[in-house]
């Protein structure tokens, strides 16, 4: 059986350009490079027991009896050429299984990520609610952490941020910026906001606004002053609206509709499409503004009027998923096809790439 460096590995990896790393039994090292899935061939059939193996060089005592005790274990582990990871150990079938997120060093910008411009006002703001939302692995991570950076870089302001885990470590620049790690720093999301707000803040991060607590505390945060920013797994601006109203039970409903109203900043929602060259990826974003109009139609429960109010809503830097993914084909950016398989609309596609194709 042969014995894997996972340092070593993580630098190959690495170095192909790869997002993610995979190990599950019965099949070699699995790698995501460019959104596909591909098997590292020159590696055996991973076992059980070289799994374990591998997870015993990145964790410590507590983390490996947590794994050996099958719970599922989440922790970020540094090679010792000094890249960064964020790692998920877990179970399947009896059998061990790993994830492997590999995160930059160095934290993109805004203009990096080729994010629009209305971003960088969101951030600036005084106070409020600000939320970056798309599927699992659409790097909403990243885009905060360029959020933050920006933040660090033109105000002056203490930041909080609450991760699991960290994933991005910040330098203290304009800002002093404490990150708090669940599991190792506090035992939950929900009680370190309670905490933060005891601890002089002026933004907070929230890796994911995840349960009820999360939710109704980051709400609580924004409304006493502080500009929050998290995270949530949908996939449009109106049904992030619709997820945080739908968690509450109905007699609170019509409460969090105003509380909502009044603090949210803007929802940017996106997804990862590859490149037409075939050699990295690129953000579609769907970007709301919360405008007078907007925060009307949260509080009063017509969020079915948002798609529409999005694209209406360019002067105020609003744009929908569909008018991303067109202006990425329009300049070459992306391949129609791609812009196909993620569209809301083929209609609303079609027009907005100027009747140019006939899908």
Known sequence: MQTINIDALLDEVRNLGCSDLHF????????????SLRKLSAYDDMTNESIMAIAAQMTNSRQLESIKAFIDTDFSYVTKAGYRHRVNVYHQRGQAGI?????????????DLNLPPVVAEFVMRPRGLILVTGPTGSGKSTSLAAMIDYVNDHRSAHVITIEDPIEYVHEHKRCMINQREVGADVDS????????????????????????????????????????????????????VNRIIDVFPAHQQSQIRTQLAATLVGIMTQTLVPTSDGEGRVAATEILSATDAISAMVRDGKTHMIPSAIQTGKAQGMMCLDQSLAKLV?????????????????????????NRYDL
């Open 99 to 111: 994830a492997i997120r590999l995160l930059r060093n160095d934290i993109p910008t805004l203009k």
């Open 330 to 354: 329009n300049d070459g950016t992306i391949t129609i096809d791609s812009a196909i398989e993620r569209c809301a609309s083929r209609v609303d596609l079609q027009r907005f790439m100027g």
């Open 189 to 240: 999301f929900a009680g370190a906001l309670r905490a933060a707000l005891r601890e002089d803040p002026d933004v907070i991060l929230v890796g994911e606004m995840r349960d009820f607590e999360t939710i109704t505390a980051a709400v609580t945060a924004a409304e006493t002053g502080h500009l929050v920013m998290s995270t949530l797994h949908t996939t449009s601006a109106a049904d992030t």
């Open 24 to 35: 599950t039994t019965n099949i070699p090292p699995v790698v995501r490079l460019h959104g």
